[in-house]
T-cell receptor
Framework: GEDVEQSLFLSVREGDSSVINCTYT??????LYWYKQEPGAGLQLLTY?????DMKQDQRLTVLLNKKDKHLSLRIADTQTGDSAIYFC??????????????FGAGTRLFVKA | EAGVAQSPRYKIIEKRQSVAFWCNPI?????LYWYQQILGQGPKLLIQ????????DSQLPKDRFSAERLKGVDSTLKIQPAKLEDSAVYLC????????????FGSGTRLTVV
């Protein structure tokens, strides 16, 4: 099946770490992504991980992939007020007819308290 | 590089009226996507173009929605006639086609049907 699930809200204090979790259902996923959406804007690609990796680090961002449990997480170190946004998890699947398609979760709204 | 351009930014129409949205993707991006994002949900793919051909329109309500990308560059999405449940943000995205790079999204058109 095709489904990406995320918790809806997360609230953290400025300077703390944020961890946003995601589960996906299709074991054939090849790439998994994290996008950020600020108010009134489109989605911005933050980072991605290929399915044969279990961790990827990019500055303050750490992505962990547990393929056995179909679980993806995004850790933001030293969270800042500017990190307040909606974070979308997405997976890319192979189409039955060829090519690929990307499925998005409903998004996790991150609130950062000063 | 210029981003994905969309217009208009906002549109308010009455039910049963028609509306059209325009998208100009990043220069050279062969693949163009139209997504519908209902408030509180993740983006849902409506249609995907590869150059000027349709790759996937399985989620497009074809009785009222239509889209075209005649010269393989910019694209229009039309709704005729609109229903109340069409109220959403319509996002256009483009990509080279390589999955690693993910998609570049425009800022979207917020449609309100009253």
């Amino acid at each position: 099946g095709e489904d990406v699930e995320q918790s809806l809200f997360l609230s953290v204090r400025e300077g703390d770490s944020s961890v946003i979790n995601c589960t996906y259902t299709d074991s054939s996923s090849t790439y998994l992504y994290w996008y950020k959406q600020e108010p009134g804007a489109g989605l911005q690609l933050l980072t991605y991980i290929f399915s044969n990796m279990d961790m990827k680090q990019d500055q303050r961002l750490t992505v962990l992939l547990n393929k056995k449990d179909k679980h993806l997480s995004l850790r933001i170190a030293d969270t800042q007020t500017g990190d307040s946004a909606i974070y979308f998890c997405a997976e890319t699947l192979t189409r039955n007819t060829g090519g690929f398609k990307t499925i998005f979760g409903a998004g996790t709204r991150l609130f950062v308290k000063a | 590089e210029a981003g994905v351009a969309q217009s208009p930014r906002y549109k308010i129409i009455e039910k049963r009226q028609s509306v059209a949205f325009w998208c100009n993707p990043i220069s050279g991006h062969a693949t163009l996507y139209w997504y519908q994002q209902i408030l509180g949900q993740g983006p849902k793919l409506l249609i995907q173009f590869q150059n000027n051909g349709v790759v996937d329109d399985s989620q497009l309500p074809k009785d009222r929605f239509s889209a075209e990308r005649l010269k393989g560059v910019d694209s229009t999405l039309k709704i005729q006639p609109a229903k109340l449940e069409d109220s959403a943000v319509y996002l256009c995205a483009s990509s080279w086609g390589d999955r690693e790079e993910g998609y570049t999204f425009g800022s979207g058109t917020r449609l309100t049907v009253v």
